[in-house]
């Protein structure tokens, strides 16, 4: 899989480093990305 130029593509295993879930801080407001018993990820506010 190839990304355009400036962007970084990295697993989501690299994100949850072996969890199920992560929280991610962006502009003062906390997401969960989390991983569903099928493979999908869900990211929610």
Same mark, same amino acid.
């Given at each position: 899989?190839?990304?355009?130029?400036?962007v $970084?593509?990295?697993?989501?295993?690299?994100?949850?480093? +072996? +969890? *199920?879930?992560?929280?991610?801080?962006?502009?003062?407001?906390?997401?969960r990305?989390?991983? %569903? $018993?099928l493979? *999908?990820?869900?990211? %929610?506010?």
């Amino acid at each position: 899989m190839s990304a355009p130029a400036g962007v $970084r593509i990295l697993p989501s295993s690299a994100l949850l480093q +072996g +969890g *199920k879930a992560v929280d991610i801080e962006h502009n003062g407001a906390v997401y969960r990305l989390q991983a %569903t $018993r099928l493979g *999908k990820l869900i990211l %929610t506010k």
